[in-house]
């Protein structure tokens, strides 16, 4: 994934790209606590998290994709 410098679009995305993804590993670290735990309602919870915040996560990406072909369309032409 590229960020092209002064794209203010292209800051936020990939903020928000980079919270998600950290977000997403913190509840994988929850989650194999609650796990060890043998806390099952708490694995349940953190695993419905996971799977929303993963959803997040390639929403984002989609955008991301999107905003390079409107915006700045002469990158990613390796293919025809
Ligand atoms: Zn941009």
């Known amino acids: ?3 092209f ?3 203010k679009e292209c800051q936020r995305l990939s903020a928000a790209y980079e919270a998600t993804t950290m977000e997403w590993f ?3 670290g929850q989650l ?3 796990e060890y735990s043998h806390e ?3 694995s349940y919870r953190i695993v419905a998290e996971i799977n929303s915040t993963a ?3 390639q929403a984002l990406r989609d955008d991301i994709e999107k ?3 409107a915006a700045h369309r002469r990158t990613n032409t390796a293919s025809s």
């Open 5 to 7: 410098e002064g794209c």
């Open 55 to 57: 959803r997040r996560r």
């Open 67 to 69: 905003h390079e072909l």
């Open 1 to 3: 994934m590229s960020i």
């Open 32 to 34: 194999r606590i609650a």
């Open 26 to 28: 913190r509840l994988q």
């Open 40 to 42: 099952e309602e708490s």
